[in-house]
């Protein structure tokens, strides 16, 4: 099988090569400093990270303790996917026979549906019975859906008896949270006995993305002394905008200002490695997810600006919730391209526990290499990983298939370090 390795189109790839030359230089400390973390902080029980390589560094710009897109990762990897399963719920409830999967509200997306299918399957084949459960208001009878790929998805309206929740006679031992909780905590999910992870803390009522990456920039930072690297070629600089109303302005000038020195320090560090590149800075929504909220922006008057449509979209995220406190972070150009089109495409790496279990490019035909691709008009390369992303090849050049991706897979786990010290906090 070819691997499908995205062409990096900048000749500023020298620095990624020396990074990724680095990472398998020194994979021991790596793996061994890494081992010595999840000792001290146990991993989320799943996550999803989007990285962005720009040729001159390799970044994530967005951590999901929710994933969806189980069923863009490649069939070959289920193996890996089931045992690291197994070890992700005997961390989180050693005797656990039956799983409970409660589903997102838009589960009307046969995409999604997709996903928990592939996921409730992963869970079969790991020898633990899994049942999905939706919070929809107008589910009130089990609801068989059939799917593109053939398969057929069970929703059943969640139950509630005393401090339990189920399916009937479904009585599980675990509830896994596939919902991020933009909407707010269900109350029927409250006061459980049973364990329920990721915990409702965790959902985007109340995270903030702003505190994840303060706590990657710590995790960067710890790295990057061991294996001797600037933290800037890991890590995107960040900082928090509070009280921003964008539909009546309020907080614009302060934002404006906090973008303005972003892009100051940006140059500063692109002065410094000798890029000739155009600084930018995203603003995104500081809770939420689904590529809401979010616009990129190269100059600080941008945000002075904006017009009436451009406010309203960037007023609300998922569910209808309120942007109030905004993340202003460096912009991370994404240089890989793919296909006869030259498509612009990101990395996307699946983990369950502390294990790397596959991933896939989200690819965009219709954006450029400094915009969001988590848009309308997206899709997914699912075959791009046809080998683990954590067994790099010695005797290949450092921008080989296995090399390229053990490089994801060392920042990745780096985001989920960052989450797990995220979780701990909470």
């Known amino acids: 099988m070819t691997s499908k390795v995205p062409h990096l189109t900048t000749a500023l790839n020298g620095p990624l090569l020396q990074l990724e030359e680095h990472l398998l230089t020194h994979k021991n400390q790596v793996e061994t400093w890494l081992r010595e973390q999840w000792l001290l902080t146990p991993a989320p029980f799943y996550t999803s990270v989007d990285l962005r390589n720009a040729g001159f560094k390799l970044a994530p710009v967005d951590t999901n303790l929710f994933p969806a897109g189980f069923n863009n990762l490649n069939p070959d990897f289920m193996p890996l996917c089931i045992q690291a399963a197994q070890a992700a719920v005997e961390r989180a409830c050693p005797r656990a026979q039956r799983i409970l999967i409660i589903a997102e509200q838009h589960t009307r997306n046969l995409f999604y549906l997709e996903s928990l299918e592939t996921l409730r399957n992963v869970f079969e084949m790991a020898g633990i019975e899994a049942r999905i459960a939706s919070l929809r208001d107008d589910l009130e009878e089990p609801l068989s859906i059939d799917l593109p790929s053939g398969k057929t998805c069970l ?32 109350e029927i999910l409250e006061g459980l006995e049973q364990e329920v992870i990721p915990p409702l803390a965790a959902g985007w009522s109340t995270r903030k993305k702003s505190e994840h990456f303060t706590q990657y920039h710590q995790v960067a930072k710890e790295f990057a002394a061991q294996i001797d690297i600037d933290p800037w070629l890991v890590s995107p600089l960040s900082l928090q905008c509070g ?31 000798g890029i000739d590149k155009e600084p930018f800075v995203v603003v995104k929504a500081d809770s939420g997810t689904y590529g809401m909220g979010i616009m990129t922006v190269k100059n600080a008057d941008e945000v002075l600006s904006l017009n009436r449509k451009q406010r309203n979209k960037m007023a609300s995220a998922k569910e209808g919730l309120t942007v109030e406190n905004v993340l202003v972070q460096e912009g991370v150009y994404t240089f890989e391209t793919l296909g006869e089109e030259q498509a612009v495409a990101e990395p996307v790496i699946y983990m369950m526990d502390h294990f790397v279990v596959g991933g896939f490019y ?11 691709l988590n848009a309308p008009g997206m899709h997914f390369e699912p075959l791009a990983f046809v080998q683990p992303c954590n067994t790099p090849d010695k005797d290949e050049t450092p921008d080989s298939a ?4 053990y490089a994801y897979g060392v920042i ?15």
């Open 155 to 186: 929703l059943e309206p969640l139950e509630r008896q005393g401090n339990r929740v189920g399916l009937g006679e479904f009585s599980p031992c675990l509830v896994l949270l596939n919902n991020d909780l933009s909407a707010g905590r269900p």
């Open 243 to 273: 009280e921003v109303d964008f539909k009546d302005r309020s907080g614009s000038e302060c934002l404006a200002k906090n973008v303005g020195e972003m892009l100051v320090a940006i140059q500063v560090k692109y002065d410094e490695y």
């Open 402 to 405: 296995p090399n390229r991706f």
């Open 362 to 372: 989200r690819v965009h035909t219709g954006r450029g290499v400094n915009e969001n």
């Open 412 to 426: 990745a786990r780096l985001a989920l370090l960052a989450a797990a010290r995220e979780l701990a906090a909470v």
